[in-house]
């Protein structure tokens, strides 16, 4: 079985040229990561969106690069049956800081953010650690991020 990936702006952003590639990007880390079956949604947004879900549902009143919400429900239908992981939100304003800061393209950094948000959607947690400038990864989590990452590589998204 195959996996469902919906690809969007929220209202009020722009859609960026490369949104098209977002889902075969997708697609091809769940297959990786051996998720089969599974239904998730990805969306696009500003900062200002992104620190409203941010305050609203971790108290934490600033933007942040990105965000999963995890579902857990499932529905049959006839293709059969479908785990809905849930919904990964990423700030297209954070996106350019986060990737200056890691000293990244824009392409390595979308790919690290999408990897990261399907993670937690699959029950993944990093506790306190999280990826830093020329610090490897420690916990199973980020460990298994950048293992896939290396995987993916060559995948382009962002020309």
Not at 15 to 21: A, H, M, V
Not at 33 to 61: H, M, P, W
Not at 90 to 113: C, G, H, M, Q, W
Not at 118 to 128: I, Q
Request: charged content about 30%; overall charge negative.
């Amino acid at each position: 079985m195959a996996n469902r990936v919906f690809v969007s702006c929220v209202e009020g952003t722009e859609e960026p040229s490369w949104l098209s590639s977002i889902e075969p990007f997708v697609q091809k880390v769940m297959q990786l990561a051996s998720f089969d079956g599974e239904e998730v949604s990805i969306s696009f947004c500003g900062d200002s969106f992104i620190q409203t879900l941010n305050k609203n549902y971790r108290d934490i009143d600033s933007p942040t690069d990105v965000l999963s919400f995890e579902s857990g429900d499932s529905y049959e239908d006839e293709e059969g049956e479908w785990f809905c992981a849930g919904d990964i939100i990423i700030s297209l304003e954070t996106l350019p800081k986060n990737a200056e800061y890691f000293e990244v393209d824009l392409n390595s950094e979308l790919k690290r953010l999408l990897v990261h948000g399907l993670l937690h959607l699959n029950g993944m947690d990093h506790g306190e650690e999280h990826i830093e400038k020329g610090k490897e990864p420690e916990c199973e989590m980020l460990v298994l991020q950048e293992k896939l990452l290396k995987e993916l590589t060559d995948e382009i998204i962002i020309a």
